[in-house]
C-alpha cells in the first residue's frame, strides 16, 4: 500500500506530501526520491538542501526498513514534509519496537580512520550535522523522527 497525499490549504506554508511506503527497501527509497523531486520543485529548494533532505531521510528510512520493521507482523512506515515558512519539517514513523537513535545508536568516534571505525552511528550524526533539529518521539506503538531544515534565503 502505497500513496501520496498532499496535505491541503491554500496557504504556501500548509503544503506539502504525505506518503505511505511500502517497507521494503528499493521501493522504498525510489518513493522518497520522487516524494523529494516532488516536493523540491514545489517549494523550490535549492539544489543543495534538496540533496541534503534526500540523504537524511534516506538513512532514517533505511534505518526504519533494515531493522525496525524486519520481525513487525504488519510493517507501517509513513514520511511527512511540509514546509513551515522558512523551514521544512520532515518526518518519518514506523511502528517498530521503541527506538530513540539519537540516544541509543553507538556514537562515532569520528577522529579514527574509517579501516578502524567500528561500523554503526554514522548515519545519525549524519542526520545531526545536515539538519538545524532533529528528535525522536514515541506516540503509542509509533515511533516519530522529526526534522527540521532551514531553507536557504
Same mark, same amino acid.
Given at each position: *500500500? *502505497?500513496?501520496?497525499?498532499? *496535505? ?13 511506503? =511500502? ?5 522504498? =527509497?525510489?518513493?522518497? !526520491?520522487? !516524494? &523529494?523531486?516532488?516536493?523540491? !520543485?514545489?517549494?523550490? =529548494?535549492?539544489? #543543495? ?19 525496525? =520493521? ?16 522558512? &523551514?521544512?519539517? #520532515?518526518? &518519518? ?7 530513540d537513535p ?11 580512520g ?9 548515519? &545519525? ?8 533539529? #532533529? ?13 527540521? *531544515?532551514?531553507?536557504?534565503?
Amino acid at each position: *500500500m *502505497m500513496y501520496y497525499r498532499r *496535505m491541503g490549504g491554500s496557504e504556501r506554508e500548509n503544503r506539502g506530501i504525505d506518503v505511505l511506503l =511500502l517497507p521494503e527497501l528499493n521501493t522504498a =527509497l525510489t518513493t522518497l !526520491a520522487d !516524494a &523529494v523531486e516532488e516536493f523540491a !520543485a514545489q517549494e523550490s =529548494l535549492s539544489g #543543495a538542501l534538496s540533496i541534503n533532505l534526500n540523504l537524511v531521510l534516506d538513512e532514517l528510512i533505511t534505518n526504519s526498513v533494515s531493522y525496525a =520493521l524486519t520481525d513487525v507482523a504488519e510493517p507501517v512506515l509513513r514520511l511527512r514534509i511540509r514546509r513551515d515558512g522558512d &523551514v521544512v519539517v #520532515a518526518g &518519518v514513523e514506523d511502528n517498530g519496537a521503541a527506538f530513540d537513535p539519537f540516544k541509543e545508536a553507538p556514537k562515532p568516534d569520528v577522529e579514527q580512520g574509517l579501516d578502524e571505525r567500528p561500523i554503526g552511528g554514522l548515519g &545519525v550524526f549524519l542526520v545531526m550535522q545536515l539538519t538545524e533539529t #532533529a528528535h525522536y518521539e514515541r506516540d503509542g506503538d509509533t515511533n516519530r523522527i522529526i526534522l527540521h *531544515m532551514k531553507m536557504e534565503t
